[in-house]
C-alpha cells in the first residue's frame, strides 16, 4: 500500500509517495537522499537517527512515514545558515572537539537543538537527560555536554 | 522492515470497522515497542491500526475525575501542570521511562497495553487506585488497573477492545506518594521499580498503597507490605519490616538485567526508601 504524503522538510513543503511499512528515516535517506539522518540500532536505543517533528526530538526509526503527513520535520541538514554556515550548536561542537567518527552527531545535535530551543537555559542534568538517548562510542560525553553548554550559553545572548 | 498495511483511522467507529475487515490487525499507539516487535519478527500482523489521529485520545483533562487519554505521550504527562500538582507520583514515573525520544512518542496507553511487567507507567496508576476505560464498538467497562494486567505482554483487552481512558479520583491532602527505579542507566528498563502511597494522619497511615515491577510476571500489588502499614503509627520499625515483607513476596527471575536474587534485595531496600521519603515528605 502506498500513499502520497507531504509535510515540511527544513522549512519547504515535499510531497512523496511512501510505503505504508516504511518509517521515516527510509523516507529521509532513501527517497529524498538526506543521509545525514544516521541509522544505528533501528530499535530506538541509540539516538543515531534522531530528527526533530513538530519541535521534539524523535527517533525516526521509529516513526511510521505516514504518520509524518502535515507535520514539520527538521533534519541535520536543515541547520546550516544561508551561506552554508555551520549553526551555532554544529560550531560548538567542532570546537570542543565533541566529534570523532561523527556518527552519532546529527543525533546528538539535533537532541541538543529540541533542548536548547524549549529551554533557553539548560542544567547540565537537563543536557544530560536530552542526550540520554543519543549514545556515542567514541569521545565519551564530557565534550559533547560541554558543548551544548557553550552554545545554549552562545544562543541565549544573541537572543 | 517487514511489509503491513498502515491505516489512520479517524473515529473509533472506522477503528474497529478496519479492525474487524482486517483479521490479525493490530492497534498501535505510539509504536516504541510495537515496532521494534515487527522488527525483530516477533509479531507480524497484516496491517496496524494507529490510533494516533483520532480526536481526544490524547487529551488530558484534571476536572473532578482527572481523564488522561490513552494516547496521551510520556512527554505530555510531564508537561502538564496539573498532572505535575496533583499526581506527582505519575509525572514522576513518566521522567523515568526511556529517553526523551521514546518520551515524545510513546504513549500511557501502549506502556499498559505491552502489558510488560517493567511498565513505569503502571506502578503509579496502581497505588494511585486507577480505572482503565475499556471500549469496543458495542460495549464500554471500567475496571481497577489491578485487573488490568494478565501476565507478560497479557492484559485483559480483548482483541477488538481499545484502552480509551485512564481516570484518577482526586487525591486527598494527606495522601504522598513516591516512585523509585533501580537501572543501569535511567533509560534502561527497570532491573526493579516500586511505588509507595501513604494517606498520612500525623503519624497515623490511614492507607498504604505499595506497587513493584520487574519483580513479577504482572506489575505487582504488594498487598501484605500494605497491610503491616495501615492504621499505625509509623516508625522506623515499620519501615525494615517493609523492607522484609517487599523482599519475600515478590517473585522475581533472572535475565539478562539482574538475577533474581539482586531484585529481590532491591526490592525491599526501594520500598523501605520510597516509605522514608513519603513520610519526611508528610511530616514538612
Known amino acids: 500500500m502506498k500513499t502520497e504524503i507531504s509535510f515540511i522538510l527544513n522549512g519547504s513543503e515535499v510531497q512523496v509517495s511512501v510505503h505504508s511499512h516504511h518509517r521515516l528515516i527510509d523516507v529521509l535517506r532513501k527517497q529524498l537522499g538526506q543521509t545525514g539522518t544516521k541509522e544505528g540500532c533501528g530499535e530506538g536505543e541509540c539516538g543515531a537517527c534522531t530528527v526533530i517533528i513538530d519541535g521534539r526530538a524523535v527517533n525516526s526509526c521509529l516513526y511510521p512515514a505516514f504518520e509524518v503527513e502535515g507535520k514539520s520535520v527538521t533534519t541535520i541538514e536543515g541547520l546550516q545558515g544561508p551561506k552554508n554556515e555551520l549553526s551555532v550548536i554544529q560550531q560548538s561542537f567542532v570546537e570542543q572537539g565533541a566529534i570523532q567518527c561523527g556518527f552519532c552527531t546529527p543525533g546528538m545535535i539535533l537532541s541538543a537543538k529540541a533542548l536548547i530551543d524549549s529551554n533557553s537555559d539548560p542544567s547540565e542534568e537537563d543536557i544530560r537527560d536530552a542526550l540520554l538517548g543519543n549514545l556515542c562510542r567514541c569521545t565519551g560525553y564530557v565534550q559533547i555536554v560541554e558543548a551544548v553548554k557553550k552554545a545554549a550559553a552562545q544562543l541565549k545572548r544573541k537572543k | ?284
Open chain 2, 1 to 284: 522492515m517487514k511489509q503491513f498495511e498502515y491505516y489512520k483511522p479517524l473515529s473509533l467507529g472506522e477503528a474497529w470497522e478496519l479492525k474487524k475487515k482486517i483479521p490479525g490487525s493490530l492497534f498501535i499507539a505510539g509504536g516504541t515497542d510495537m515496532l521494534v516487535g515487527i522488527k525483530n519478527n516477533e509479531i507480524h500482523p497484516p496491517a496496524l491500526l494507529s490510533l494516533r489521529s483520532i480526536p481526544g485520545l490524547n487529551s488530558i483533562e484534571t476536572n473532578e475525575v482527572t481523564r488522561i487519554g490513552a494516547l496521551a505521550t510520556i512527554s505530555d504527562i510531564i508537561r502538564n501542570p496539573e498532572l505535575k500538582e496533583d499526581f506527582p507520583v505519575l509525572v514522576e514515573a513518566a521522567k523515568n521511562l526511556g529517553s526523551m525520544q521514546i518520551r515524545n512518542v510513546a504513549t500511557i496507553g501502549g506502556n499498559l497495553c505491552n502489558g510488560s511487567p517493567c511498565a513505569d507507567m503502571a506502578l503509579p496508576l496502581l497505588v494511585m487506585e486507577a480505572k482503565v476505560r475499556l471500549q469496543t464498538a458495542n460495549d464500554k467497562r471500567e475496571l481497577p488497573i489491578d485487573e488490568f494486567f494478565k501476565g507478560p505482554g497479557k492484559s485483559c483487552l480483548a482483541s477488538h477492545e481499545i484502552l480509551t481512558d485512564i481516570l484518577l479520583d482526586p487525591p486527598s491532602k494527606n495522601t504522598k506518594a513516591v516512585f523509585m527505579k533501580k537501572g543501569r542507566v535511567k533509560m534502561d528498563l527497570a532491573v526493579a521499580s516500586v511505588a509507595v502511597r501513604l494517606d498520612m494522619e500525623g503519624s497515623k497511615c490511614l492507607k498504604a498503597r505499595i506497587a513493584a515491577g520487574s519483580v513479577a510476571p504482572v506489575p505487582l500489588r504488594l498487598s501484605k507490605v500494605e497491610a503491616v502499614l495501615e492504621g499505625e503509627a509509623l516508625t522506623q520499625k515499620h519501615a525494615s519490616e517493609a523492607q522484609r515483607l517487599a523482599k519475600d513476596n515478590v517473585i522475581p527471575i533472572t535475565d539478562i538485567r539482574s538475577t533474581e536474587e539482586y531484585r529481590r534485595q532491591i526490592t525491599g531496600v526501594l520500598v523501605k526508601r520510597a516509605i522514608e521519603r513519603a513520610l519526611e515528605w508528610s511530616q514538612a
